[in-house]
């Protein structure tokens, strides 16, 4: 990211350092102001308040500061934006980040714990985005957050200025175990409603703008075409199970592919029998087990090649 982030433990290290520079933005706390740091352009300062804020500080903007760090972040990267929104943003020359799509043509086998897995490990040695597109993915209740901005809000913004994307991302993600996973929609008529080839730009975006080194997506049953994006990815891995009826329908998927022209699909497409967690007691307990159990056993010798 292009940020340098200078901080200052003292008020007259910081005053020191505005006698000869001026900051694209300086988040202060309300008893550090003074008459010199309001010589400051008023837009680039950020009053870090507590429950009451004084009335002198009316015209600034403010966050409340006994929040969890990630939130204070968030709001001000989200105000950045909002002010530098005319601007351009360079992103880091890289390589484009690899895509890893999990997807199933049948229910019930697992996929969001099998993307989980997959985050975690792979995050051990590589940057890692997750982004969950399930209808209901649970990860409010999985990672016990409650989330403020989601990858609908993510998705506007692209749409109103995708060339600052990667800056954005910044404001949107959340880290855990690992990795950085975007909160999912909140509605799932977003996913039905947004057209599938602004998702696939919105993908290849993310893929050619951000710093990750692996990108997990998560497809869902109510995307229109989920083809056009899983021919977007290196690699695919769709969980099945040994259930007659299951791998009717998997045999079923299969057929269409060839039928419709999307038989790349299945050169890139790996089928997983993951073995299955039968007894928990906690969410937590189910998330041990899974890891470091035979399902994780399984999932690192898959990803062994990666």
């Not at 901080?7 to 694209?24: D, G, I, M, N």
């Not at 709001?75 to 890289?94: E, G, L, M």
């Not at 209901?136 to 016990?144: A, K, L, N, T, V």
């Not at 977003?190 to 057209?195: F, G, K, Q, S």
Request: hydrophobic share 40%; proline share 4%.
């Amino acid at each position: 990211m292009p940020f340098e982030i200078q901080v200052f433990t003292k008020q007259e290290s910081l005053l020191q350092y505005l006698e000869s520079r001026e900051p694209q933005l300086l988040l202060v706390a309300s008893d550090v102001m003074c008459h010199e740091i309001e010589k400051v352009n008023r837009e680039k300062i950020v009053i870090l308040a507590g429950e009451e804020v004084s009335s002198s500080f009316s015209e600034y903007r403010t966050i409340y500061k006994y929040q969890s760090m990630e939130n204070v972040i968030h709001q001000v990267i989200d105000y950045y934006i909002d002010i530098t929104k005319d601007s351009i943003f360079v992103p880091v020359t890289k390589n484009k980040s690899e895509i890893i799509g999990i997807y199933s043509p049948v229910g019930n086998v697992g996929k969001t714990a099998v993307a989980w897995a997959m985050a975690q490990t792979l995050g051990a040695d590589y940057t890692v985005l997750y982004i969950n597109m399930q209808e209901y993915s649970g990860m409010d209740r999985m990672f016990d957050t409650d989330f403020g901005a989601n990858l609908s809000d993510l998705m506007y913004f692209y749409k109103q200025s995708p060339e600052s994307m990667a800056v954005k991302l910044k404001a949107v993600t959340y880290s855990a175990e690992g990795f950085d996973y975007i909160p999912p929609l909140v509605y799932s008529c977003d996913l039905r409603n947004i057209d599938t080839g602004q998702w696939l730009q919105f993908i290849q975006n993310i893929a050619e703008l951000t710093e990750y080194d692996k990108i997990i997506i998560e497809f869902g049953q109510v995307l229109n075409n989920p083809m056009i994006l899983l021919e977007s990815c290196n690699r695919i891995f769709v969980p099945v199970s040994n259930d007659w009826m299951n791998q009717c329908k998997k045999k079923e998927w299969e057929e269409y592919l060839l039928r419709t022209g999307y038989e790349e699909i299945l050169d890139r497409t790996e089928m997983l029998q993951v073995p299955q967690i039968r007894q928990w007691s906690s969410l937590d307990e189910y998330k041990e087990c899974y890891l470091w159990g035979e399902p994780g056993d399984y999932i690192r010798q898959v990803l062994g090649g990666l």
